[in-house]
């Protein structure tokens, strides 16, 4: 997708401080951290959302979650951390191109905060 902000992110296009990359996967800070640890974790390949994830995909979030777990480890916040996905604009994704939030470094309020 030549307009995704996040594909482009994905072929350093765009600038991001990565935190981890792969053949497949890619995580990078938030720009606009809401937590001391705030990274995104994204599929190189654009998709757009959970919804539209086809079958052949889950192994690629099973991969993701791997990765999500390696993160929260190497940034000293396995004790608890927060993982979120917005899907869609009702459920409030601003950024069309499927990511996981992974936030911690403080303590997580519910709900959402
Ligand atoms: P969403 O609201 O779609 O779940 O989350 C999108 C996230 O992407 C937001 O937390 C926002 O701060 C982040 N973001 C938007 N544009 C950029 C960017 O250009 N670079 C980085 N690193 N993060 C971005
Ligand atoms: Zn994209």
Request: net charge neutral; charged share 25%; with cysteine.
């Amino acid at each position: 997708m030549s307009d995704c902000i996040f594909c482009k992110i994905a072929n350093k296009e765009i600038p991001s401080q990565v935190v981890y990359e792969d053949d497949l996967i890619m995580a990078f800070n938030d720009i606009q951290p809401q937590a001391p640890v705030h990274v995104l974790v994204v599929p190189k390949k654009h998709i757009k959302d959970i919804a539209s994830l086809s079958d052949t995909d889950y192994d690629l979030m099973g991969r993701i979650f791997k990765i999500i777990n390696k993160i929260a480890k190497e940034k000293g916040i396995e004790d608890g951390f927060r993982i979120v996905n917005n899907c869609g604009e009702k459920g409030g994704q601003s950024v069309g191109h499927l990511h996981f939030h992974i936030l911690g470094g403080r303590q997580m309020q519910w709900p959402p905060g």
